[in-house]
Nanobody, 124 residues
Framework: QLQLVESGGGLVQPGGSLRLSCGAAGFTLDYYAIGWFRQAPGKEREGVSCISSSGGPTNYADSVKGRFTISRDNAKNTVYLQMNSLKPEDTAEYYC?????????????????WGQGTQVTVSS
């Protein structure tokens, strides 16, 4: 069974940093584009960032550009989301997703496998 597992969430003060990790069980991430999405209470899930299977093209939501960085380490079968200068509005459940399309696309319906999510709370 193909599974994605997110980790690295937690409580952080405004201005702080967290690094989220997305790992896979049962398959290698090498051939998949990976997207990070988030859902805040009472809001729809939205795209945060994505990275192509090659690790080349990436994309970011306007709200996180310049603060978040997505990267992948295929040797470790892991994709990371480095989040700096966190704001209270970044508080949400964060999900990673894998898509067989290999290209970085910020549309949820392009992704085939989803993790269970990790909670990020930004608060003083």
């Amino acid at each position: 069974q193909l599974q994605l597992v997110e980790s690295g969430g937690g409580l952080v003060q405004p201005g702080g940093s967290l690094r989220l990790s997305c790992g896979a069980a049962g398959f290698t991430l090498d051939y998949y584009a990976i997207g990070w999405f988030r859902q805040a209470p009472g809001k729809e899930r939205e795209g945060v960032s994505c990275i192509s299977s090659s690790g080349g093209p990436t994309n970011y939501a306007d709200s996180v550009k310049g603060r978040f960085t997505i990267s992948r380490d295929n040797a470790k079968n892991t994709v990371y989301l480095q989040m700096n200068s966190l704001k209270p509005e970044d508080t949400a459940e964060y999900y990673c997703a894998a898509g067989v399309q290999t290209m970085c696309i910020m549309r949820q319906d392009e992704y085939d496998y989803w993790g269970q999510g990790t909670q990020v709370t930004v608060s003083s």
